[in-house]
Nanobody, 121 residues
């Protein structure tokens, strides 16, 4: 599976962005999909994930502000980010994998390149 993330940019605090991640291959619908982010000097951290069945999982820091969704017909996963804060500034990565551990980066097998999100105060 090859993943391509896009949609990042510069936005003011309180604004919104929608990230997209397109996947190649015919087995997209069989994978869990996740979004992680990494700020300079920090570890890559879990943001949100969606199971192959559509169950969703969020980090506490984004719960109520971010929404993950998937369109299996388009082989695409989305991350709608609302009420953005300066602390959301990071490179955002999409990932795909098997299994039911959604929160840990080690349980994802495929990664896209990052897309930068910068939130100004």
């Amino acid at each position: 599976v090859q993943l391509q993330a896009y949609g990042g940019g510069l936005v003011q605090a309180g604004g919104c962005l929608r990230l997209s991640c397109g996947a190649s291959g015919r087995t997209f619908s069989g994978y869990k999909m996740g979004w992680f982010r990494q700020a300079p000097g920090k570890e890559r951290e879990f943001v949100a994930a969606i199971s192959r069945y559509g169950d969703t999982y969020y980090a506490d820091s984004v719960k109520g502000r971010f929404t993950i969704s998937r369109d299996n017909a388009k082989n695409t996963v989305y991350l709608q980010m609302n009420k953005l804060k300066p602390e959301d500034t990071a490179a955002y990565y999409c990932a795909a994998g098997d299994g039911t551990n959604y929160y840990m980066r080690g349980w994802y097998d495929y990664w896209g390149q990052g897309t930068q999100v910068t939130v100004s105060s």
